[in-house]
């Protein structure tokens, strides 16, 4: 297996997503690599509701902060040194590859088979999919 200096989770608060993370951590202090967690808040999927609730995006920020600041005690906790948090907005799908994986230098990206979102993997293709098409880098998916 090839050695991974830079690594990037992306999590949603899914158990698929929990399960990518263990890999990452695990795999990130086996390689003594720097990781990346990185939660998208998909604004896409706000944009009716907040007309009528203007603190949902808010609220989802402020989950997502909460998310990644676990995630990171948990990664510190398994003996991962480098552990950077990344919350934004947009399009998971973009964001991920394009955006937070050029940024990082990532040589691999670790995301769940599938994540909360079952009605726009239906619809218009997974994440994890889209990832895996459009990265630069290698890409695990996990799968439970």
Known sequence: MPKYHNILVAVDG??????AFKK????????????????????????????????????????G??????????????????VTTVIDFGSPKVKIPKDIAKRYETDLIITGATGLNAVERMLIGSV????????KCDVMIVRS
Do not use: P
Not at 14 to 19: L, Q, T
Not at 66 to 75: I, R
Not at 128 to 135: G, K, M, T
């Open 128 to 135: 994890s999919e889209a990832i895996a098409r459009q990265a």
């Open 14 to 19: 899914s158990n698929e997503a929990k399960r």
């Open 65 to 82: 902060q909460e998310l990644l600041d676990q995630y990171k005690g948990e990664a510190n906790q398994a003996g991962v040194e480098e």
């Open 24 to 63: 990452a951590a695990d795999i990130a202090g086996e390689n003594n690599a720097k990781l990346v967690i990185a939660h998208i808040i998909d604004t896409r999927t706000f944009a009716t509701i907040e007309q009528y609730d203007r603190t949902i995006v808010s609220r989802a920020e402020k989950y």
